[in-house]
């Protein structure tokens, strides 16, 4: 059986976010709110981290409505009495992800290796970040012309759920039409991008500085996914065990 498609998680897969660029990002969005409410950012920032650990902890933690940051801050807003309007929560989060965007780290290799597979492969990106947000960080690592190297992305917009969840796997699945030996999985998390896959019999490639869980392949460095789809490709022919 020959090797389709190959879907790629985003975050910490295709990009590197350092955690000194959310914190700039985290500052820049709280002091913008403390501006706007006169509300103290420290106070807002722990209301707000407080908010998001109860979602995470809740029934509601995969549910995509309720893990946006416009609804958390809404939340947060309205917890600590303030009447700011919606279009300053807008402009907040508008805030915070250019930060983001600003500060994105491309993987060695990331670019030559996805130009190369396209045009081999169907490629798409399955991730629990929303649309318009995985679009801007691809924007920023790939230029425009990530529209032309990936075929599709599959996010919480279309699944209605956020990570792990078959849903994923089962849209890669419709928009190719490719069965499940045709597919291979590419993520940095065993649990949240592979093991459902692996278990729905996709070949799964682990893309982390340490190994995690059971893929079938595991690379340290994005420079070694080419040779790795080649190996795969072998296998699948009958010519390498």
Request: net charge neutral; charged share 40%.
């Amino acid at each position: 059986m020959e090797i389709r498609v190959i879907a790629f998680d985003a975050d910490h897969t295709l990009y590197e976010i350092p955690e000194s660029v959310k914190k700039r990002a985290h500052e820049k969005f709280f002091s913008f709110l403390e501006k706007e409410t006169g509300i103290e950012r420290e106070v807002i920032a722990k209301k707000f981290f407080e908010i998001f650990d109860n979602v995470l902890n809740s029934q509601h933690a995969r549910n995509p409505a309720c893990r946006k940051r416009e609804f958390l801050t809404e939340k947060t807003l309205q917890a600590l009495g303030s009447g700011a309007k919606r279009d300053t929560v807008s402009k907040a989060v508008e805030i915070f992800w250019k930060e983001i965007f600003r500060g994105l780290e491309k993987k060695r290799c990331v670019e030559k290796t996805v130009k190369e597979l396209s045009g081999k492969f169907v490629l798409c990106v399955f991730t629990d970040e929303f649309e318009k947000i995985v679009q801007g960080k691809l924007q920023t690592i790939f230029g425009r012309e990530w529209e032309t190297l990936f075929e599709f992305l599959v996010t919480p917009e279309v699944t209605k759920e956020m990570k792990p969840s078959e849903r994923y796997y089962e849209e890669i699945k419709r928009k190719t039409g490719a069965r499940e030996e045709e597919i291979v999985v590419v993520g940095d998390s065993w649990e949240r991008d592979l093991k459902i896959a692996k278990t729905l019999g996709m070949k799964t490639v682990l893309v982390k500085d340490r190994k995690e869980g059971k893929p079938d392949f595991y690379v340290k460095d994005f420079c070694e996914l080419k040779e790795v789809i080649e190996k795969i490709e072998r296998v699948e022919r009958g010519e390498e065990k």
